[in-house]
């Protein structure tokens, strides 16, 4: 089926964009002139439980020549590393998964994408450290890039996030007995 909305309702919506940020830049509507696209910072470098879905989007911000925000530019999420799943909305309100996927810049020139940390701590492991004790977490890794005017352009680094190992779900013995004698 297919979902129809009111267009009262994107008039609505027009304005509570325009009154949810009112003293920012308007946004440069031509896609091909952005010439940066960053990460927002707040939103890297986060954790969860391995094979979880992270609650907080990874966001990029696009940018013109003179720093104001651009709209519409088709930004490509990649997780690279970890065995993350990416999701989120494309410009026509369909939800979008997969290793790789591509989402537009809104009104504000940002463009967003949520995470499913890896499964398996090992995928991508790395070692977060915790007095005592050292623990090995799935280390995700998603690149961002986007098409322009001016070729291809990266954001300054990939985004990270970290999986760390969920409840313990069984123990089994190995080997061993540290009652038996010794001769």
Known sequence: GMTAVDKLQWYMEDIAALLSAPYTHAANTDPSSAVRIARL???DYQSGTAGKWLSNPFQTIALDSDGKPVKGVPVTFTAI???GELSGTDENGMSVKGT???IKTGWNG???VYITLGKHTADSPYYSYAQPYY????HNIISVSAQTGIGTIYTDKPF???GYPGE???ITKAFGDLAASHP
Not at 135 to 138: D, E, I, K, R, S
């Open 41 to 43: 910072n707040s939103t």
């Open 110 to 112: 940002v463009a967003d």
């Open 81 to 83: 590393a970890g065995g």
């Open 135 to 138: 623990t090995l977490v799935g």
């Open 160 to 162: 990270e996030a970290f």
């Open 100 to 102: 790789q996927i591509t």
């Open 168 to 170: 313990v779900a069984n």
